[in-house]
């Protein structure tokens, strides 16, 4: 039972990546997904979360307008799709489900609130 995130690579400012998240021995169709991130030297991120009820997204300010988060046809995958990728974009991305709250306004933040974690996959974006 684990997530596997991958899609990560080097890429030039202005440029896109989507980065996927299988599940293996579950589904994620009743929890809520979401997406992290962490630069070296700073706090983990919250970036974007995706309700299971009624799909509600959540985007964090830094991330608007050029992230979004989708789940898969199959319901063991999610995905992030990032476009218009800024240097400020590079860290280690990492994507996480379970029963957490997901609102317009807010998405959770803590680790008691996700029972998976992905192991992370790293994204550089050269200027």
């Known amino acids: 039972v684990q997530l596997q995130a991958s899609g990560g690579g080097l890429v030039q400012a202005g440029g896109s990546l989507r980065l996927s998240c299988a599940a293996s021995g579950f589904t994620m169709e009743s929890w809520a997904i979401a997406w992290f991130r962490q630069a070296p030297g700073k706090e983990r991120e919250g970036l974007s979360c995706m309700s299971s009820n009624d799909g509600t997204t959540y985007y964090a300010d830094s991330v608007k307008g050029r992230f979004t988060i989708s789940r898969g046809d199959a319901k063991n995958t999610m995905y992030l799709q990032m476009n218009d990728l800024k240097s400020e974009d590079t860290a280690i991305y990492y994507c996480?489900?379970?029963?957490?709250?997901?609102?317009?306004?807010?998405?959770?933040?803590?680790?008691?609130?996700?029972?998976?974690w992905g192991q992370g996959t790293q994204v550089t974006v050269s200027s």
């Open positions: 996480a489900t379970g029963p957490a709250r997901c609102f317009y306004y807010y998405m959770a933040k803590d680790d008691y609130e996700y029972d998976y």
